[in-house]
């Protein structure tokens, strides 16, 4: 899952992509003959509330482990970045897990909080400024996955990237490196990134985190079709589907499906989309990596390797990168 995020504003933010995203990746998606929606399109306010109850379930090991170790390291993941640096979040949410790096920052460090949501990054801005009353925030608002241009002022300094929640396992590898490099490129020529990434472990365990048993998982997963129906003049049944997670240890993957219980015929701003039974809208991928597969990847990216911080366990690991090659 997205288990991360985009989104903020404040001092004069930069606009999101156009509101029919949503409407062209629908109706493209469930053209195809594996019917898929971008895992993005989960997250309207009643999909990030359902997703806010999921990161505290038993189930879901990731968030509160990675919280952890962002509370026992953060001095180490931010040292050496003076008060004329830049911290920057790519798909920044509600910025709660930022708050371990920026307690552990100067004054006059500025804050850059990128995602696509503008009124989280409003809340997130108002409430970060309040505690950090010397802190300059600077959201952009726009969706990470496209190029970012960060204020010119900021250009030249230090700068620190972070991209917590392991929202880099949504991406297929070939995407990630992609992603990674598109990061590289946005940040200042002096910069380090930190960034969360989820590890490979039993797969019972892992499909568990996706499919809990209270359900959340599943009515975060079928608001899709609700946030469809609201928003696109669509007719889903709800009831007629079924979340599904299942694990793909050959891609090493977690997948989220929508399973058609029943033959029927849906549509979608007047376009008709035929299911059988049992067919499915894939909605999530989230890639499970070793250590070294993930520092493999940084590297073709264009990044170095540095530091290493995991939990007790190995659940979950946060990376360190630095000197990437613009060339």
């Not at 594996?34 to 879901?60: H, N, V, W």
């Not at 129906?229 to 977690?254: C, M």
């Amino acid at each position: 899952m997205r288990r991360g995020g985009v989104q903020t504003r404040h001092q004069g933010a930069v606009h999101a992509a156009p509101a029919d995203d949503f409407a062209d990746a629908v109706l493209a998606g469930l053209s195809k003959p594996q019917k898929a929606i971008s895992s993005q399109f989960l997250y309207d306010a009643r999909g990030s509330a359902l997703f806010e109850e999921i990161t505290g379930l038993p189930e879901y090991y990731p968030t509160r482990t990675e919280t952890a170790i962002l509370s026992a390291y953060a001095a180490e993941m931010v040292d050496g970045l003076g008060a004329d640096g830049v911290l920057v979040e790519f798909g920044s949410g509600s910025s709660v897990k930022t708050e371990f790096l920026l307690s552990q920052l100067r004054p006059g460090v500025v804050y850059v909080p990128v995602d696509v949501s503008e009124s989280a990054l409003y809340e997130a801005a108002q409430r970060l400024s309040a505690r950090f009353p010397t802190l300059d925030v600077r959201p952009v608002a726009g969706n990470f996955s496209h190029p970012i241009r960060l204020p010119e002022d900021l250009k030249a300094r230090p700068a620190i990237g972070f991209f917590p929640g392991s929202t880099i396992g949504n991406f297929g590898p070939p995407d990630a490196v992609r992603l990674l490099r598109s990061f590289g490129r946005a940040l200042p020529d002096v910069s380090r990134f930190i960034i969360g990434v989820d590890l490979k472990k039993e797969a019972r365990r892992l499909v568990a985190a996706y499919n809990d048993r209270e359900g959340v998982t599943a009515a975060f997963n079928l608001n899709l079709l609700v946030r469809i129906n609201r928003e696109l003049a669509g007719d889903f049944d709800v009831e007629s589907f079924r979340h599904e997670a299942i694990y793909d240890p050959r891609a090493g993957r977690i997948e989220m499906h929508l399973v058609s219980d029943v033959t029927q015929d849906v549509h979608v701003l007047g376009c008709r989309f035929r299911f059988k039974a049992g067919e499915s809208i894939h909605t999530e991928n989230s890639y499970k990596y070793t250590a070294e597969q993930f520092r493999e990847m940084a590297g073709a990216a264009g990044w170095h390797v540095g530091r290493l911080w995991t939990d007790a366990n190995t659940d979950f690991s946060v990376h360190e990168l630095f000197g990437f090659g613009k060339g």
